[in-house]
């Protein structure tokens, strides 16, 4: 079946921009995480959705961003008025638990570049 | 403060032998821990966990430990092959990453 996707694949905006990244997690999957990765780095946990809920979003670095889930199933991650250091890989995850030992399925991330 | 980190950033072994990527992480609390692979341009792709119930656990060529005592977590990949080579990460219940082994195998 399909897996986790992510669009854009890439996206080039400019200093002080809105952006939307999208993400389509596996069908079924009540469990959904935004994590953000810079290069040479481990990714850096953003932000839990368990069902339409955040059940968790300590990771968020300011509130510039944002994130929706709003059925349940696809999900936005907004950032207003974007800064060059926001520049990094935006990986999504799903899994079919929350909390419990279950998989999580990666998307391939959507490459943010502000400039 | 607390962290997940690797002891090693980087991993050179033959085709064939075992690898072992190790990993520490400092908060006692934390009760499942992960390990990925991430090959370059794709996202991180799940290879075993385990819970702090367990010291143990083995996947298909893979084996991870948990030793509690001296916060240390380990992945051994049996007759590591080329494909295996890849950046690897351990994290601490979803939500903390460490910094990542390259892992390179050698034909």
């Known amino acids: 079946g399909a897996g986790v996707s992510q669009t854009p694949s890439n996206k080039v905006t400019e200093k002080g921009k809105y952006v939307e990244l999208r993400c389509d997690p596996i069908s079924g999957h009540t469990a959904l995480y935004w994590y953000r990765q810079s290069l040479g780095q481990g990714p850096e946990f953003l932000i839990y959705f368990q069902g339409t809920g955040a059940a968790d979003d300590s990771g968020l670095p300011n509130d510039r961003f944002f994130a929706v889930r709003p059925e349940g199933s696809v999900s936005t991650l907004k950032i207003q008025r974007t800064e060059r250091g926001d520049s990094a890989v935006y990986l999504c995850?799903?899994?079919?638990?929350?909390?419990?030992?279950?998989?999580?399925?990666f998307g391939p991330g959507t490459r943010l570049t502000v400039l | 403060g607390e962290s997940v980190g690797l002891h090693l950033p980087t991993l050179s072994v033959q085709e064939g032998d075992n690898s072992i990527i190790n990993c520490a992480y400092s908060?006692?609390?934390?009760?499942?821990f992960i390990w990925y692979k991430q090959e370059s341009g794709k996202g991180p792709q799940f290879i075993i966990d385990?819970?702090?119930?367990?010291d143990k656990r083995q996947g298909q060529r893979v084996t991870v430990l948990l030793n509690k005592t001296v916060k240390h977590l380990s992945l051994q990949i049996a007759a590591t092959q080329p494909g295996d080579s890849a950046v690897y990460f351990c994290a601490e219940n979803r939500a903390r990453f460490g910094a990542g082994t390259r892992l390179t195998v050698k034909p």
């Open positions: 385990i819970r702090s119930n367990m």
């Open positions: 995850a799903s899994s079919s638990l929350s909390g419990g030992a279950s998989e999580q399925f």
């Open positions: 908060n006692s609390a934390s009760d499942y």
